[in-house]
């Protein structure tokens, strides 16, 4: 199912999943560089089967309508990625956000977290404020060695999931990220000791079937903790 997105530039799409009752809180899904591919549509699904709405916006559309790159096709989508402005990619996750909560019933009285995949993970943090999320979820952002400033101050529950062996979130990174976090309320730096960027996601060869089902059980947890009792947007 496809939720339309309106920002002052034009309009662009999502891809919905919803559960069968009434949802325990939304979720907006931000996607590798590779699209809204099968594997991102797999976790908004599998978040509506946890009871979330979930809603996982096409943040390549400015470029083209449903991009999809397969994974050996990297170049391609680094080259479609970098035709993009921060700025836009920012406000179309809020525009996201804004558009879930106006189509689900009593949307606005539900707690939203944002679950950032790889590449989304610095945007969804730029894009937290906007979207006026209660929490936020992230595996293996390879650019939040950026944006550790935002981590620290962001002032939302965050649950981060690195994998030891990725080149981009080196281990001068994560102890910085730990430093920086170490203190705050609910935030959690997790550490998967056997995995390598991308583990999470069953169609890359990365996939480490362990690291994955340890990660998303906690996922789940922690929305369940976070959106449970979270005030809604004023």
Known sequence: MALIIETEQGTFTGYLA???????????????IYGVNREVRRVADWLAAAGYAAVAPDLLWRVAPELDFGYADRDNARQAIGKL???????????????????????????????????????????????????????????????????????????????????????????????ALAGLDDA???????????????DRQEFHAESARLADDRTLDFLVRTLQHADAPA
């Open 18 to 32: 919803l559960p069968k009752g009434p949802p325990r809180g939304l979720v907006v899904v931000t996607q590798e």
């Open 85 to 179: 402005q921060p700025e836009r990619i920012v406000s179309d996750i809020a525009a996201a956000a804004h558009a879930l909560r106006a189509h689900v019933p009593q949307g606005s009285n539900l707690g939203l977290a944002l679950l950032a995949l790889g590449w989304g993970g610095l945007y969804a943090y730029q894009a937290a404020g906007l979207s006026q999320a209660s929490a936020i979820v992230s595996y293996y952002p390879g650019n939040l060695p950026n944006g550790i400033d935002i981590a620290k101050s962001i002032g939302i529950p965050q649950q981060i999931h690195l994998a030891f062996h990725d080149e981009r979130t080196k281990p001068e990174f994560r102890r910085s990220l730990r430093e």
């Open 188 to 202: 959690e730096v997790l550490v998967y000791p056997d995995a390598d960027h991308g583990f999470a996601n069953r």
